[in-house]
Protein backbone atom coordinates (compact mmCIF):
# COMPACT_ATOMS: atom_id res chain seq x y z
CA UNK A 1 0.00 0.00 0.00
CA UNK A 2 2.70 2.17 -0.34
CA UNK A 3 2.05 5.89 -0.82
CA UNK A 4 -1.32 5.04 -1.18
CA UNK A 5 -4.02 7.23 1.24
CA UNK A 6 -5.74 5.30 4.21
CA UNK A 7 -8.82 6.86 6.37
CA UNK A 8 -9.46 5.05 9.79
CA UNK A 9 -12.67 6.21 11.15
CA UNK A 10 -12.02 5.46 14.76
CA UNK A 11 -8.45 5.25 14.84
CA UNK A 12 -7.73 6.93 18.21
CA UNK A 13 -7.59 3.84 20.26
CA UNK A 14 -7.75 0.04 20.58
CA UNK A 15 -8.78 -2.04 17.12
CA UNK A 16 -8.54 1.54 15.14
CA UNK A 17 -5.47 2.79 16.36
CA UNK A 18 -3.38 -1.00 15.74
CA UNK A 19 -5.86 -0.82 11.94
CA UNK A 20 -4.16 2.80 11.59
CA UNK A 21 -0.13 1.34 12.62
CA UNK A 22 -0.59 -1.90 10.38
CA UNK A 23 -1.62 -0.17 7.08
CA UNK A 24 1.26 2.45 7.87
CA UNK A 25 3.76 -0.59 8.27
CA UNK A 26 2.50 -1.58 4.59
CA UNK A 27 3.42 2.13 3.69
CA UNK A 28 0.24 3.86 3.52
CA UNK A 29 -0.29 7.67 4.50
CA UNK A 30 -3.28 7.57 7.33
CA UNK A 31 -5.74 10.09 8.36
CA UNK A 32 -7.01 8.94 12.13
CA UNK A 33 -10.56 10.36 13.17
CA UNK A 34 -10.63 9.94 17.32
CA UNK A 35 -13.97 11.29 19.45
CA UNK A 36 -12.03 11.57 22.57
CA UNK A 37 -8.83 9.63 22.38
CA UNK A 38 -6.64 12.32 21.66
CA UNK A 39 -3.59 11.56 23.88
CA UNK A 40 -3.45 7.62 21.70
CA UNK A 41 -4.57 9.06 18.79
CA UNK A 42 -1.50 11.83 18.59
CA UNK A 43 1.07 8.99 19.69
CA UNK A 44 0.00 6.76 16.44
CA UNK A 45 0.55 9.47 14.54
CA UNK A 46 3.73 9.68 16.04
CA UNK A 47 4.54 5.63 15.50
CA UNK A 48 3.12 5.87 12.03
CA UNK A 49 5.72 8.85 11.32
CA UNK A 50 8.57 6.85 12.77
CA UNK A 51 7.20 4.19 10.15
CA UNK A 52 8.41 6.73 7.66
CA UNK A 53 4.70 7.47 6.29
CA UNK A 54 2.68 10.37 7.03
CA UNK A 55 -0.43 10.70 9.21
CA UNK A 56 -3.28 13.01 10.76
CA UNK A 57 -5.48 13.12 13.52
CA UNK A 58 -8.63 14.64 13.43
CA UNK A 59 -11.14 15.07 15.98
CA UNK A 60 -14.63 14.25 14.58
CA UNK A 61 -18.12 13.07 15.23
CA UNK A 62 -18.89 10.82 12.47
CA UNK A 63 -22.84 10.82 13.47
CA UNK A 64 -22.74 14.50 12.12
CA UNK A 65 -21.96 15.51 8.67
CA UNK A 66 -19.85 18.18 9.45
CA UNK A 67 -17.58 15.47 11.65
CA UNK A 68 -17.51 13.46 8.30
CA UNK A 69 -16.95 16.53 5.80
CA UNK A 70 -13.95 17.49 7.99
CA UNK A 71 -12.60 14.14 7.72
CA UNK A 72 -12.48 13.56 3.85
CA UNK A 73 -11.58 17.26 3.69
CA UNK A 74 -8.16 16.58 5.73
CA UNK A 75 -7.30 13.56 3.59
CA UNK A 76 -7.91 15.30 0.48
CA UNK A 77 -6.13 18.34 1.86
CA UNK A 78 -3.51 16.84 2.93
CA UNK A 79 -3.00 14.03 0.63
CA UNK A 80 -4.79 14.99 -2.18
CA UNK A 81 -6.84 11.15 -3.02
CA UNK A 82 -8.83 8.30 -0.53
CA UNK A 83 -7.83 4.69 -1.46
CA UNK A 84 -8.97 3.09 1.84
CA UNK A 85 -11.77 3.40 4.31
CA UNK A 86 -11.49 1.33 7.03
CA UNK A 87 -14.85 2.06 9.51
CA UNK A 88 -14.08 0.89 13.04
CA UNK A 89 -15.98 3.88 14.96
CA UNK A 90 -18.94 2.25 16.83
CA UNK A 91 -19.90 1.15 20.13
CA UNK A 92 -22.07 -0.87 22.65
CA UNK A 93 -22.97 2.98 24.72
CA UNK A 94 -25.01 0.52 26.89
CA UNK A 95 -26.55 -2.46 28.02
CA UNK A 96 -30.26 -1.97 28.11
CA UNK A 97 -32.43 -4.38 27.31
CA UNK A 98 -35.71 -4.37 24.89
CA UNK A 99 -38.32 -4.04 28.16
CA UNK A 100 -35.97 -0.82 29.22
CA UNK A 101 -34.72 0.88 26.22
CA UNK A 102 -35.86 4.30 25.20
CA UNK A 103 -36.26 5.18 21.60
CA UNK A 104 -33.16 7.49 22.05
CA UNK A 105 -30.76 4.87 23.30
CA UNK A 106 -31.96 3.15 20.41
CA UNK A 107 -31.42 5.71 17.80
CA UNK A 108 -27.98 6.58 19.36
CA UNK A 109 -27.01 3.37 18.95
CA UNK A 110 -27.66 3.04 15.04
CA UNK A 111 -26.32 6.14 14.41
CA UNK A 112 -22.65 5.43 15.83
CA UNK A 113 -22.81 1.77 14.30
CA UNK A 114 -24.34 2.39 10.82
CA UNK A 115 -25.42 6.11 10.01
CA UNK A 116 -22.19 6.89 10.60
CA UNK A 117 -20.89 4.10 8.12
CA UNK A 118 -23.41 5.43 5.58
CA UNK A 119 -21.97 8.53 6.32
CA UNK A 120 -18.83 7.96 5.93
CA UNK A 121 -18.84 5.68 2.98
CA UNK A 122 -21.00 8.29 1.09
CA UNK A 123 -18.49 11.09 1.73
CA UNK A 124 -15.43 8.86 0.36
CA UNK A 125 -17.05 6.76 -2.46
CA UNK A 126 -16.96 10.11 -4.90
CA UNK A 127 -12.81 10.20 -4.32
CA UNK A 128 -12.20 6.75 -4.46
CA UNK A 129 -10.21 5.46 -7.54
CA UNK A 130 -10.29 1.82 -9.48
CA UNK A 131 -8.93 -0.72 -6.79
CA UNK A 132 -9.67 1.08 -3.89
CA UNK A 133 -11.23 -0.66 -0.92
CA UNK A 134 -13.69 -0.32 2.07
CA UNK A 135 -13.03 -2.70 5.28
CA UNK A 136 -16.39 -2.13 7.87
CA UNK A 137 -16.56 -3.37 10.88
CA UNK A 138 -19.07 -5.65 12.57
CA UNK A 139 -18.98 -8.21 15.08
CA UNK A 140 -19.82 -11.46 16.39
CA UNK A 141 -22.90 -10.06 18.08
CA UNK A 142 -23.99 -9.88 14.47
CA UNK A 143 -24.42 -13.33 13.75
CA UNK A 144 -25.38 -14.73 17.39
CA UNK A 145 -27.39 -11.98 18.61
CA UNK A 146 -25.24 -10.70 21.43
CA UNK A 147 -25.13 -10.96 25.41
CA UNK A 148 -27.23 -9.32 27.68
CA UNK A 149 -28.58 -5.80 26.80
CA UNK A 150 -26.74 -5.67 23.48
CA UNK A 151 -29.63 -6.18 21.35
CA UNK A 152 -30.19 -3.08 19.69
CA UNK A 153 -25.98 -3.63 19.43
CA UNK A 154 -26.23 -6.93 17.71
CA UNK A 155 -29.05 -5.36 15.08
CA UNK A 156 -26.64 -2.75 14.48
CA UNK A 157 -24.22 -4.62 13.56
CA UNK A 158 -25.95 -7.04 11.53
CA UNK A 159 -27.21 -4.48 9.09
CA UNK A 160 -22.89 -3.64 8.52
CA UNK A 161 -23.68 -7.08 7.58
CA UNK A 162 -25.84 -6.34 4.86
CA UNK A 163 -24.34 -3.19 3.76
CA UNK A 164 -21.22 -4.12 3.09
CA UNK A 165 -22.75 -7.18 0.93
CA UNK A 166 -24.93 -4.31 -0.85
CA UNK A 167 -22.06 -1.95 -1.18
CA UNK A 168 -19.74 -4.63 -2.48
CA UNK A 169 -22.01 -5.58 -5.42
CA UNK A 170 -23.03 -1.97 -6.12
CA UNK A 171 -19.25 -0.65 -6.28
CA UNK A 172 -17.82 -4.18 -7.78
CA UNK A 173 -18.26 -2.21 -11.49
CA UNK A 174 -15.96 0.56 -10.11
CA UNK A 175 -13.26 -2.63 -8.98
CA UNK A 176 -14.21 -0.86 -5.38
CA UNK A 177 -14.28 -3.62 -3.10
CA UNK A 178 -16.37 -4.14 0.25
CA UNK A 179 -15.04 -6.29 3.28
CA UNK A 180 -16.13 -6.55 6.84
CA UNK A 181 -14.57 -8.55 9.87
CA UNK A 182 -16.81 -9.78 13.08
CA UNK A 183 -14.45 -10.06 15.87
CA UNK A 184 -15.16 -11.61 18.57
CA UNK A 185 -13.93 -11.49 22.06
CA UNK A 186 -10.90 -9.30 21.91
CA UNK A 187 -9.25 -7.46 24.44
CA UNK A 188 -10.53 -3.75 24.25
CA UNK A 189 -11.77 -1.34 26.48
CA UNK A 190 -15.11 -2.10 24.70
CA UNK A 191 -14.80 -5.38 26.94
CA UNK A 192 -12.96 -3.34 29.57
CA UNK A 193 -16.15 -1.01 29.86
CA UNK A 194 -18.77 -3.35 29.10
CA UNK A 195 -18.07 -7.01 30.03
CA UNK A 196 -17.94 -8.38 33.79
CA UNK A 197 -14.51 -10.24 33.61
CA UNK A 198 -15.89 -13.86 34.82
CA UNK A 199 -17.66 -13.28 31.69
CA UNK A 200 -14.60 -12.61 29.77
CA UNK A 201 -13.24 -15.36 31.37
CA UNK A 202 -16.11 -17.94 30.49
CA UNK A 203 -15.57 -16.55 26.47
CA UNK A 204 -12.60 -17.19 26.22
CA UNK A 205 -12.19 -20.31 27.83
CA UNK A 206 -14.81 -21.52 25.18
CA UNK A 207 -13.00 -20.82 22.27
CA UNK A 208 -11.07 -23.18 20.75
CA UNK A 209 -7.33 -21.50 21.49
CA UNK A 210 -8.99 -20.70 24.72
CA UNK A 211 -8.09 -17.00 24.82
CA UNK A 212 -9.23 -13.35 24.08
CA UNK A 213 -7.99 -11.94 20.75
CA UNK A 214 -5.56 -8.89 19.90
CA UNK A 215 -5.76 -5.78 18.37
CA UNK A 216 -3.13 -6.38 16.74
CA UNK A 217 -4.34 -9.90 15.08
CA UNK A 218 -7.45 -7.62 14.42
CA UNK A 219 -5.19 -5.56 12.71
CA UNK A 220 -3.38 -8.07 10.45
CA UNK A 221 -6.52 -8.79 9.33
CA UNK A 222 -7.97 -5.51 7.75
CA UNK A 223 -4.88 -4.85 6.49
CA UNK A 224 -5.22 -7.82 4.07
CA UNK A 225 -8.47 -7.19 3.49
CA UNK A 226 -7.18 -3.35 2.72
CA UNK A 227 -4.79 -3.60 0.51
CA UNK A 228 -4.05 -6.10 -3.25
CA UNK A 229 -3.17 -9.06 -1.35
CA UNK A 230 -7.20 -9.80 -1.23
CA UNK A 231 -7.79 -8.68 -4.60
CA UNK A 232 -9.92 -11.44 -5.19
CA UNK A 233 -12.38 -11.26 -2.00
CA UNK A 234 -15.77 -8.57 -1.85
CA UNK A 235 -18.54 -9.01 0.49
CA UNK A 236 -16.97 -11.14 2.42
CA UNK A 237 -17.88 -10.47 6.33
CA UNK A 238 -14.97 -12.51 8.07
CA UNK A 239 -15.08 -14.09 11.12
CA UNK A 240 -11.87 -13.46 13.92
CA UNK A 241 -12.98 -15.35 17.15
CA UNK A 242 -10.59 -18.14 18.09
CA UNK A 243 -13.34 -21.02 17.02
CA UNK A 244 -15.87 -19.64 19.26
CA UNK A 245 -18.58 -19.59 16.29
CA UNK A 246 -18.47 -20.90 13.04
CA UNK A 247 -20.39 -19.54 10.03
Known sequence: MKGKVAI??????DIGRACAIALAEKGANIVLTYHSSKETALSAVAEIEALGCKA??????LTVQTGVDATVKAAL???GSIDTLVHVSGGL??????????LEHWTNVMNVNITSLFMMTNACIPHMKNGSSIVTFASQAGRDGGGPGAVAYATSKGAVMSF???LAKELG???IRVNSVCPGMISTGFHDTFTNNDVRKNVAGATALKREGTSQEVASLVSFLASDESSYMTGNC??????????
Open 8 to 13: VAGGGR
Open 56 to 61: VAVQAD
Open 77 to 79: DSF
Open 93 to 102: LDRVKIADMS
Open 164 to 166: TRG
Open 173 to 175: VNN
Open 238 to 247: VDINAGLLFS
